[in-house]
């Protein structure tokens, strides 16, 4: 998709991108890699370019160079994430969440590639322990993070780092090897034998405070290809999921423009690659709002946008962000009848009272409904439009 006023889509994973993606979403997600001198760097690919390592001479996988040597090709630091005032704000206070991924080396990597099991796990707790201690250094608010990685196990690699900070486990398992189809052939026997509600008990079982859910296991024909029960994102599928989850928020990944409203329809999290801050309607018709969790609109608006011609929407956007007020900024009975509105429409399991207790200016339940920005702004490696 492209921008209608040319807008430029910053470097996935830059300060600028996650800048971005915490102030015009509900939050970001984001990657992080651990460097020869342990530090934390937030890249996404387990090697870099090869045209960057032919201009700049540093090593070929990205964990093996020090933190110095990437920041001399542009790799911001997690440190300097975590001291960008314009997002620890966002992240601190204004209900905003961040889903930190933690990436494992690729297998021929000097710095923490093995193929032994210990190493690995060594390395996966290394990386959990600094970035739950950078992560409580930060005083973030309860249920504004969680980490999550594809690593096996990563649960108890993260009950061994005896992290603070939520965790949750990426499935199917993605190898760190391999091209895209090789990855997508590895990880196959692993999604077909891990239906959707399978994976949801594994996850309330390790304590996780909701479910990395792949966009494979709720839409197109790979949904059917799983052993046991399966979920969709409309019809009876839907209405199954809804009564299954009992509010039990699921993030879903990646979700494409078209599948957003369907997504949010069923209340759930959309990771999305499209953060257009100038991208106003849907391809339904409806109005784009990109705020569902941190700048709600209430019934009159909803009701508004969903009257509006195509050519109102634009300005119905920039009347609704001047106006609304942003969950920040509501009294506790604004964040109430919200939150007694969502439970009721999307059948959350939890009470009232229960939900409110979790409800501060700075935070939110974790059954919420969010849109959050992948890598920031969205993906710019590989992309598709």
């Known amino acids: 998709m492209e921008s209608i006023t040319g807008w430029q889509r910053p470097a996935e994973n830059t300060i600028e991108a996650l800048r971005h993606g915490i102030t015009h979403c509900d939050g970001i997600e984001f990657d992080l890699r651990l460097t020869t001198d342990g530090k934390l760097m937030l890249y996404h ?10 201009s700049s001479g540093l090593n070929h996988w990205t964990e093996d160079n020090s933190s110095e040597e990437l920041a001399e090709i542009g790799v ?4 300097e994430l975590l001291s960008d005032a314009v997002v620890i704000e966002a992240w601190r206070e204004h209900a905003k969440v961040a889903c930190v991924e933690l990436k494992m080396p690729h297998p021929r990597t000097k710095n923490g590639g093995a193929v032994t099991a210990k190493k690995r796990e060594d390395f996966a707790v290394r990386m ?53 189809t090789v990855k997508r ?18 996850q309330q079982k390790a304590g996780a405070p909701m479910l990395p859910c792949a966009l494979e296991y709720l839409s197109g024909w790979t949904r059917h290809i799983t052993f046991g029960r399966t979920a969709g994102l409309s019809g009876y599928a839907g209405e199954r999921l809804t009564r299954l989850r ?15 409203r369907a997504v949010s329809d069923l209340g759930l999290t959309a990771v999305s690659d499209h953060s257009e801050p100038d991208i106003w309607s849907t391809p339904e018709g409806g109005v784009r709002w990109p705020r569902w969790a941190s700048q709600p609109l209430d019934a009159d608006w909803i009701s508004k ?4 011609s195509a050519d109102k929407h634009e300005s119905l956007i920039k009347q609704a962000t001047a106006s609304l007020s942003p969950w920040h900024e509501m009294n506790d009975d604004e964040r109430r009848d919200f939150l007694d509105s969502w439970r009721k429409r999307w059948q959350w399991g939890r009470s009232l009272d229960e939900l ?4 501060t200016p700075e935070t939110m339940p974790w059954e919420v409904s969010r849109l959050i920005g992948h890598r920031g702004a969205g993906r710019t490696s590989g992309r598709k439009h």
């Open 356 to 359: 409110c207790n979790d409800a």
């Open 246 to 260: 009992k509010g039990y928020q699921a993030y879903v990944w990646p979700v494409p423009f078209s599948l957003e």
């Open 76 to 79: 911001a630091s997690f440190a």
């Open 305 to 308: 946008m969903n009257a509006a």
């Open 128 to 180: 959990a322990i600094l970035a739950d201690e950078m992560l409580h250094e930060a005083e973030l608010p309860k249920r504004s993070a969680v980490l999550w990685s594809f690593k096996r196990n990563f649960k108890k690699s993260c009950n061994k780092a005896e992290v603070r900070i939520p965790a949750a486990q990426l499935k199917p398992h993605i190898p760190e090897y391999g091209s895209t």
């Open 45 to 54: 690919d387990n090697c870099l370019p090869d045209d960057v390592v032919e």
């Open 185 to 202: 052939i590895v990880a196959l026997p692993s999604f077909m034998w891990l239906s959707l509600p399978f994976h949801m008990k594994m």
